[in-house]
């Protein structure tokens, strides 16, 4: 299943002579070097020159960036376990785009990554 996907805005002049955006993709996103599966709003391939590899670079809904060019999964639908980015399915579904649970046919789990202090923390004392 493919979804449509919005021309990314701020393709660079130096940069769109080898950018092809992508018209539509699967719904989710799984980056192998982040947790949160992503909704995908933006993507595009980048050939800029034939020194170097073509890339994409993905632009989620929620606002994160990434770019590479073998990290990347895109799934019909979120694998058990996983937890979908809150931030993307709010904006998604706000967009007017389904819902995960309506393109999946079941819940799907939404989370959020938090950050946490592990330095100069003071221990309690009892």
Known sequence: MKLPLEK????????????????????????????????????????????????????????STFSGGKHFTFLDAVPEG???????????????IQSSHELTGRHVHLGGVVAVQLCCVEKESK
């Open 8 to 63: 990314a805005k701020d393709l660079k002049c130096w940069a769109s002579k080898g950018s092809l955006p992508w018209k539509a993709c699967s719904p989710f996103l799984e980056n192998a070097r982040a947790v949160l599966i992503h909704r995908p709003r933006n993507v595009t391939t980048h050939k800029l020159s034939e020194k170097y590899d073509a890339h994409v670079s993905v632009t989620n809904w929620c606002g």
């Open 82 to 96: 996983k937890l979908l980015c809150a931030r993307c399915e709010e904006k998604a579904v706000n967009a007017g």
